[in-house]
């Protein structure tokens, strides 16, 4: 089946479903990627004395690693303003959306869920965009989409996960999918982290690498899994 994540940052994919990801692409599903900014705003930039554009051009190639690390069938990065997101007229930003799941026809959306994990207003308005280009699609005739869900991290995981940041999770009843991830997949995960070099830093101060385990999180928009799915693409 074909899925599709669409992402607010370059490392969103890295720091959240990147385990998941390389399970479902073991799994010979076509997983596509769409960033929506090139992440250029980052105060880590200072570090390197880079400007905005520089170091949204340096992301930019970092996520050329990712995609090969994670075996990704496409990565497509646009650039909206990053930190930006909630100044633009969302329907700008329903534009690229839009025109992005038209042309990859994905079977499975995958974005942020309703709290956005960490509460950056980026990530709020990536999910609340692509819930309504979903249901407006949906609604058009585009039955080729069958399921959107939310990558979450369980109450358990934000505890064990919030450190620089604080993180929330998703309760047990609103948690419809739990991916368990094999040795090999927790290896891309770590392997496309490391792609990230200009954000190094940040990854040694969150602690992802060792923080996340093998099991990752989904909520299922519109569906209640008791007892939780173990595939996004079971049951379709």
């Known amino acids: 089946m074909r899925i599709l994540y669409v992402f607010p940052h370059p490392d969103d994919e890295s720091f959240g479903p990147a385990r998941a990801i390389a399970a479902q692409v073991r799994g010979e599903h076509s997983v596509f990627l769409l960033t929506l900014t090139r992440g ?9 004395g880079f400007s905005v554009e520089q170091m949204g051009d340096a992301r930019y ?31 700008e930003i329903e534009d690229v959306v839009r025109r992005h799941v038209e042309k990859v026809r994905p079977t499975v959306v995958v974005t942020y869920p309703l709290h956005g994990i960490s509460g950056f207003h980026d990530h709020l308005v990536t999910h609340a965009v692509v819930k309504r280009v979903f249901l407006e699609l949906r609604d058009s005739g585009a039955d080729y989409l069958k399921r ?14 919030s450190g620089v940041h604080r993180l929330s999770g998703s309760s047990p009843d609103e948690i419809d999918c739990v991916t368990e991830a094999a040795d090999e997949d927790m290896k891309a995960f770590r392997k ?4 990230y070099v200009t954000y190094r830093e940040m990854i040694e ?10 099991l ?11 007892p939780p799915l173990d595939d996004l693409t079971s049951e379709l």
Do not use: N, W, Y
Not at 192 to 195: F, K
């Open 61 to 91: 190639e970092e996520m050329q690693c990712v995609a090969k690390v994670l075996g990704l069938t496409d990565l497509t990065v646009h650039d909206l303003p990053d930190d930006g997101l909630k100044e633009l007229d969302p329907r």
């Open 148 to 161: 959107l869900a939310f990558v979450t991290l369980t109450e358990e995981q934000a505890v064990a996960a």
């Open 205 to 214: 101060e969150t602690g992802v690498r060792d923080s996340l385990d093998r």
């Open 40 to 48: 250029g705003a980052t105060k880590l930039r200072h570090s390197f």
């Open 216 to 226: 990752c999180a989904f909520e299922i928009f519109g569906e209640d899994r008791d």
């Open 192 to 195: 496309a982290l490391a792609c």
